[in-house]
């Protein structure tokens, strides 16, 4: 029996469950505190795969059998990941590891490191083996070069033990001292490229030294926080986060790099590999990783000459994303990235179809993107942080188009070689889209916030009952149809 040929049931049934799949995890993200495990999300996935019943039999195997195995990682990390240091936190006195992320500027004096613990001494120079994760602070003063430090790069630490961060799981280490080693060959190149970018954009001023790496590589900077702050009160945080935005301008360049040199397939393939190296030089943040599973799902769509329905490439995304990381899935950044895109591809599109006869498509578009991932994210941003931005919606139409161009022409920099002509050149272009960059996020930062402290569900359910009573989406494979004759993209 073919689709067209399903009773009614067999299609309204799919459909139903797809919407409350959505309605539960959205729902459960509201009501768990952030870094806990949404124990919602299995139930959401179980639901999810009700979509895949209208391809038989074996599309639902597929979904069952993902589902099975990343719960499996899951739960296995959980609960046999065994935090061990050998001696009372009390009585440590230095540790040595290897740093697991880059390091977080906490002002201009405190970086915050994040490490694996191989190896602890006590305060009697006892020394023995560990297999704990640490959070260290160390003041920058007691560094040569801040900058050399990297994910990937060994470190031994001298200081003490000051109890728990804010209910974290990793215990924090207050350091007096730091000796910096040297890394894999791997950490040692990485960390080498992102010095060269930081150093390059240094010859065009302090401003373009801490906004365009942030931007293109989420490279950290001491006085980062200052544009941070200035995009959080105009509504618009997430441009500073890499996420898919940032992606989606690499992928554009990467397959336009690779179509001029080897066609339209060659394209594709050249941006999936310098997406993926792109996605080792950033880090593996959750939101960007999201984004470059997406991506390349999208692009492997079109090599294969398949069709694609954005539900499921984000459905599949998650359920990669949580192969490769499974306890990323639990953090706020990735529960605000999945909101978003789901908001994006559900109301972002009813919006897009309802303005359609009154607004031109060159604003319709990213109004409905912009109003679409907003309408989604706002409770869970209120309902941790107790405060939104709604100039959020309006400035990013301005902003979004501002940046895109300034992360351009920093790429242009960063691909030319540096000289005299071309620094005065890229110092005066950039420096003037920084100034406006700076002058638009003050005006929109002006606007009053929403301040709201949520403690339930409640005012979300209410808003998306109705939303999701009104989409019957029928997702289809995650990539399917029958090949196409020919060739076209």
Not at 238 to 257: E, P, R, T
Not at 465 to 482: D, S
Request: charged content about 10%; overall charge positive; some cysteine.
């Amino acid at each position: 029996m073919s689709h067209s040929d399903a009773p009614f049931t067999i299609k309204i049934i799919p459909r139903f469950l797809f919407c409350c799949s959505v309605f539960t995890v959205a729902a459960g993200m509201l009501c768990q505190n952030p870094g806990v495990l949404n124990r919602t999300i299995l139930f959401f996935l179980l639901l999810l795969s009700s979509t895949l019943i209208l391809l038989g039999r074996s599309g639902l195997f597929f979904s069952l059998a993902s589902i099975i195995i990343l719960f499996g990682f899951q739960y296995v990390l959980q609960q046999y990941s065994v935090s061990y240091l050998p001696f009372p936190e009390s009585k440590i006195c230095c540790i040595e590891g290897k740093l697991k992320d880059e390091p977080v500027w906490c002002g201009e004096y405190s970086i915050r490191l994040s490490l694996h613990c191989d190896a602890a001494t006590c305060s009697d120079g006892n020394s023995a083996k560990s297999d704990s994760d640490v959070t260290a602070y160390i003041n920058k003063n007691k560094l040569k070069d801040p900058f050399l430090l990297g994910r990937g790069i060994p470190v031994i630490i001298e200081g003490q033990f000051s109890g728990e961060e804010g209910g974290a799981a990793a215990p924090v280490f207050n350091g007096k001292s730091i000796r910096v080693g040297t890394g894999s060959s791997c950490a040692t190149l990485r960390l080498a490229i992102l010095q060269a970018v930081r150093r390059k954009c240094s010859l065009l001023g302090r401003n373009t030294e801490i906004l365009l790496p942030a931007l293109v590589l989420g490279i950290n900077h001491p006085a980062r926080g200052e544009f941070v702050e200035l995009f959080r009160k105009s509504g618009t945080a997430h441009i500073m986060a890499l996420s898919g935005f940032h992606a989606g301008l690499a992928g554009i360049v990467l397959f336009l790099m690779g179509k001029l040199f080897f066609g339209n397939r060659g394209g594709y393939a050249f941006s999936i590999a310098g997406l993926l190296v792109f996605l080792w030089l950033a880090g593996m943040r959750p939101s960007l990783l999201r984004a470059v599973c997406m991506y390349c799902i999208f692009a492997w769509g079109k090599l294969t000459q398949r069709n694609f329905s954005g539900m499921n490439v984000l459905f599949f995304s998650y359920i990669l994303t949580g192969f490769i990381d499974p306890l990323s899935l639990s953090s706020l950044s990735s529960q605000l990235s999945y909101l978003a895109l789901a908001g994006i591809i559900i109301s972002g599109m009813r919006l897009n179809h309802l303005l359609y006869p009154l607004i031109p498509g060159w604003l319709r578009l990213p109004l409905c993107t912009s109003l679409g991932a907003q309408l989604w994210t706002t409770f869970l941003v209120l309902k941790v942080f107790g405060v939104t931005f709604p100039a959020g919606l309006i400035a990013s139409l301005v902003l979004t188009p501002l940046v895109t161009v300034y992360m351009y022409g920093g790429i242009l920099w960063l691909s030319l070689p540096a000289t005299s002509l071309s620094i005065t050149l890229f110092r005066l272009l950039l420096g003037t889209m920084e100034g406006i960059l700076v002058k638009v996020g003050t005006i929109f930062g002006n606007f009053p916030p929403i301040e709201l402290i949520m403690h339930g569900p409640g005012p979300f359910l209410l808003l998306f009952i109705p939303v999701l009573l009104l989409e019957f989406h029928i997702p289809g494979a995650i990539i399917h149809g029958k090949r196409k004759t020919g060739f076209k993209l």
